[in-house]
């Protein structure tokens, strides 16, 4: 059994951490911290957890901190990297669902967040916390920047395709959609019911923040890296609540020598408990994954032609963040990678 602290509770990657820690078999939640809330009980703010914790919110404090095995960082950028060098200074272990620690290059960082980064000399040492790629060297982190929700549906369903060197890397398109809780928990006009509800529209087009970390990482996985991905990116506002549906477009390098890409993607994840890849010719709906930490993905090649489209899609909330979260909080401890995870979606 684990300690375990949460920084930044009080939004939606917050309580779908709680909602699958309060019920992990290996853990116990010793804190949780909000500098707005400090005071209230959880089930005030959170009643779905009424009966299953006792907690009230709390002021961050690095020493109470401390004393936990593993602390997530549930909070918006540049929050994470103020406080990580003294809390890993007591020997806990961080996961970090914020973008502070993904990218590799700090400049690039700045540029896309707006500001200086505050911690550089520890984004090197930061672990990229894909388990599907990353799991070994998750084991032995000490600090995990758990992927966004765009990067993982995208990065998920190109792995197969780039690993294989089977496509032309500048010629990767992403068209994705999210439901309105990706845009957080603030009061926003543009997530309100009445402004969301029957209507879809892109944003962003010109540039999301999620677009360096994509090429990032499927630059990382290239069988061959001496062409940098490109990848042109557009994320979509869905009417629904949580949620990923991407619709991946890749060129294929040799049409003529293409493999089964059926097979290929079933042999690649067949031993990835989360990644489920569905039948020849099934469609992904979003509906299939609510609530559960699974990614699942189809593979086409239309009319048998050059263009690749890989579908995938996962829950946002879950394996695009919090689900994702536990996940590599049970590779760092050496728990059964499913625990605390592994639960069947919502439907309807």
């Not at 493999?259 to 299939?288: C, I, K, M, N």
Request: aromatic content about 6%; some cysteine.
């Amino acid at each position: 059994m684990i300690n375990v602290g949460i920084v930044g509770g009080t939004g939606y990657t917050g309580v779908e951490l709680l909602r699958l820690l309060v019920k992990h078999p290996e853990v116990q939640v010793a804190v949780i911290t909000s500098r707005a809330e400090a005071g209230t009980p959880i089930a005030d703010l959170y009643p779905n957890l009424r009966g299953h914790t006792d907690l009230a919110f709390t002021e961050p404090d690095v020493k109470q901190l401390g004393q936990c095995d593993v602390v997530f960082f549930a909070t918006p950028h540049g929050v994470a990297q103020n406080l990580m060098p003294a809390l890993l200074a007591t020997g806990t272990r961080v996961i970090d669902l914020s973008a502070d620690f993904r990218l590799r290059d700090t400049a690039l960082w700045g540029q896309w967040y707006g500001q200086s980064h505050g911690c550089p000399e520890l984004v090197r040492e930061a672990v990229y916390g894909l388990p599907e790629v990353n799991r070994e060297a998750i084991r032995g982190a000490r600090l995990v920047a758990c992927p966004g929700c765009y990067p993982t549906a995208a990065q998920l369903g190109f792995l197969p395709l780039l690993e294989q060197g089977l496509v032309v890397p500048e010629s990767l398109i992403v068209s994705a959609a999210s439901g309105a809780t990706g845009a957080g928990r603030q009061a926003k006009v543009d997530t309100l019911l009445t402004e969301v509800s029957d209507s879809f529209k892109a944003y962003a087009a010109a540039g999301h923040r999620h677009l360096p970390e994509i090429e990032q990482g499927l630059n990382d996985v290239q069988a061959d890296g001496s062409v940098p991905a490109r990848v042109t990116f557009v994320p979509h506002l869905l009417p629904m609540i949580r949620g990923i549906h991407a619709t991946l477009y890749s060129q294929a390098r040799v049409p003529e020598e293409l493999p089964d890409l059926q097979a290929l993607f079933e042999q690649r994840y067949a031993h990835e408990p989360f990644v489920d890849v569905l039948p020849a010719g099934q469609h992904p709906q979003t509906r299939s994954v609510k609530g559960s930490n699974v990614c699942r993905i189809s593979v086409f090649r239309p009319q048998d032609r050059d263009t690749l489209v890989v579908l995938s899609v996962i829950d946002n909330l879950t394996k695009g963040a919090s689900g994702q979260a536990v996940q590599n909080m049970n590779i760092m401890f050496g728990f059964e990678e499913t625990a605390g995870l592994d639960v069947v979606a919502l439907l309807p």
